[in-house]
C-alpha cells in the first residue's frame, strides 16, 4: 500500500513539472499580442463611448440609454451608437472618437453636436427652441 501512495506521489510531481514547463517554454506570439492589444483598445472605447455618449443622451432626452441598438465604427478610432425610443426620442445617435470626444449627436432629426473636422474640438451644442 505504502509503494502505491509513492507512486502516486512521484506521478503527481512528474505531472506537475511537466505542466511547469509546458507553460514555462509557451511563449505568446506577435499575432496574439496584437489580437489583445485590440480587444484592450476595443473595449476601452466601447467603455468610453458608452459612458460619454450615454450621458448626452440622457441630458438632451432627459431619459438614461442603455444597450445601444445598433453600434457601429472601426472599434479602434470610433465608434456610432445608435438607441432606439428613448424618452421622447425615436432615435439618438452619437459618434466618439477616440481622443477627440463625441464628434456627433443627434437626436432623431437634430444635430445638437456635430463636428466634421478630422481634429480638434467638437462644435457648441446647438439648442433648440423646442424639448
Not at 456635430?114 to 424639448?131: D, R, V
Request: charged share 20%.
Amino acid at each position: 500500500m505504502e509503494s502505491q501512495a509513492v507512486k502516486a506521489g512521484l506521478a503527481f510531481a512528474v505531472l506537475m513539472i511537466v505542466g511547469f514547463i509546458l507553460v514555462g517554454t509557451t511563449r505568446e506570439t506577435p499575432q496574439e499580442k496584437m489580437q489583445g492589444a485590440f480587444l484592450q483598445t476595443s473595449n476601452m472605447l466601447a467603455t468610453l463611448a458608452l459612458k460619454k455618449c450615454g450621458e448626452a443622451v440622457k441630458a438632451e432626452t432627459g431619459s438614461e440609454p442603455y444597450t445601444p441598438s445598433q453600434t457601429d465604427g472601426d472599434h479602434m478610432s470610433h465608434v456610432t451608437l445608435i438607441w432606439e425610443n428613448i424618452g421622447s426620442a425615436k432615435r439618438a445617435e452619437c459618434r466618439y472618437v477616440m481622443d477627440q470626444g463625441i464628434s456627433l449627436l443627434q437626436i432623431d432629426d437634430r444635430k445638437v453636436i456635430e463636428n466634421t473636422a478630422a481634429t480638434g474640438t467638437a462644435a457648441p451644442a446647438q439648442k433648440s427652441a423646442h424639448h
